[in-house]
């Protein structure tokens, strides 16, 4: 009837502090991917700017058309890329990525195709040397296999390139440069990655964690509710049942308030009611006076006020409810008896004692499926944040119940 509320609540709250990283809701892994996208656009221009000059130096072995089309493809995605990651979806920055790796290795296998006459021993054509910052992109585009391996032929197209373009031991430097290229790009793509997995474990397991929430506080509703219709059920059906089936001389009056009460509850129970608006210390006070002077009217009563803090709804019902079933039980059970009910507000929390100085009982003798004591009165008080509730009986020599509420 209540359980799934306080689930869904759990729920929602763990959500909103997941949600707090970025003020939009992203995983852990989202924010990661987004983290280093951005890291592109300082190392896009840093890249670029190093590249002009060598790109002017070597102007005239390449075709002007070729020139623009391999820097723009060279430096303009990474660039791209970083300022996506401010306002772009996470989506959205792994497609740019992909553009960024696919336009490094298109442009470095058009080098010795377009490349003009090559002097001797001029070194590395310029876009190998900024080519590695769109291969590392991979890490954010494509899955580790396919990105190790997308390093893996970019190094092999500039060993291919140095080889074609460079006359001086023309094998020997492309296969230098492309493991120089290999080992420096799969360092960062090595860290990308790391990365991104760490972070999806984080989610998985903080998906696991509002699961696990949002079950146990079902699960914790689950057994307030069932308590809280058992305490009902005792308190209200039976004990009006066991009144109209052994009527007291003179007491009917009282049977029938304590039915009135019964039929309420049962009500407020079928249709979800709240049970009660909250109060302060000093109402409830007069609240238990009123219940033990319809229950119980011979017995004296007394209260200590010091301090009036605020009485929760659900914490209000409950000590009435319990106090009503003491004094139900102090009523069956204890016979010809003296009772006291007494109430004690302070600051912080309230204290009600109700004694009888009757025949007592023994409590290891109550029977499991006897729900009084266990259900109505201390079952219902530890369903509450602070709530305690003691027992102390003696054969002989009388019971007392002392309810306890501590407030936060």
């Known amino acids: 009837m209540t359980a799934a509320a306080p689930a869904a609540g759990s729920a929602r ?50 075709p002007a058309w070729w020139m623009l089309v391999a820097f723009a493809l060279g430096v303009g995605p990474s660039i791209l890329l970083g300022i996506a990651a401010l306002v772009a979806p996470v989506a959205a920055l792994t497609r740019i990525a992909g553009v960024a790796v696919w336009c490094v290795l298109v ?38 296999k396919a990105a190790v391996l997308t390093q ?10 140095r080889a074609a373009t460079d006359h001086s031991d023309a094998f020997v430097q492309g296969l230098q440069d492309g493991l120089y290229l290999l080992l420096f790009t799969l360092t960062f793509v090595a860290l990308g990655i790391g990365a991104i997995g760490a972070a999806r474990v984080a989610d998985e397991e903080e998906a696991e964690a509002i699961a696990s929430a949002a079950t146990a506080a079902a699960d914790a509703a689950r057994e307030r509710e ?21 009527p007291v001389p003179g007491s009917s009056d009282l049977q029938r308030a304590d039915a009135a009460r019964a039929l309420a509850g049962l009500r407020a129970l079928l249709h979800d009611e709240s049970p009660r608006e909250d ?14 002077t319809e229950l119980a009217p011979e017995a004296g009563f007394g209260h200590d006020l010091d301090g009036d803090p605020d009485v929760p709804g659900e914490v209000a019902e409950a000590l009435l409810q319990a106090t009503e079933e003491a004094l139900r039980n102090s009523l069956r059970h204890a016979g010809t008896a003296n009772r006291t009910v007494h109430v004690a507000v302070e600051p912080t929390g309230i204290r009600i004692d109700v004694l009888d100085d009757g025949v007592g009982f023994e409590r290891a003798t109550v ?42």
Not at 13 to 34: D, F, M, N, S, W
Not at 152 to 161: F, I, K, P
Not at 227 to 246: I, S, W
Not at 388 to 408: F, K, Y
């Open 107 to 144: 442009v470095q296998a058009s080098v010795p195709l377009v490349v003009l006459p090559w002097p001797e021993a001029n070194g590395q054509a310029w876009f190998l040397q900024v080519g590695g910052l769109g291969l590392i992109a991979a890490a954010l585009a494509f899955r580790p």
């Open 152 to 161: 893996v032929l970019g190094a092999a197209e500039v060993t291919v390139t």
């Open 13 to 62: 709250l763990v959500a909103r502090r997941r949600g707090r990283g970025r003020g939009r809701g992203e995983r852990a892994e989202e924010r990661i991917r987004r983290a280093l996208a951005f890291g592109f656009l300082p190392a896009g221009v840093v890249f670029g700017a190093l590249a002009e000059q060598e790109a002017a130096n070597q102007a005239s072995h390449f």
């Open 279 to 292: 109060t302060t210390g000093r109402e409830l006070i007069w609240q238990v006076q009123a219940v033990t």
């Open 367 to 408: 029977p499991a499926e006897r729900l009084g004591i266990a259900e109505s009165i201390e079952g219902r008080l530890r369903s509450l944040p602070g709530g305690a509730a003691d027992v102390v009986t003696e054969p002989g020599v009388g019971t007392r119940v002392l309810l306890r509420w501590a407030s936060p």
């Open 226 to 246: 069932q308590a809280r219709v058992n305490a009902l059920v005792h308190d209200r059906v039976l004990a009006t049942l066991l009144a109209a089936a052994r």
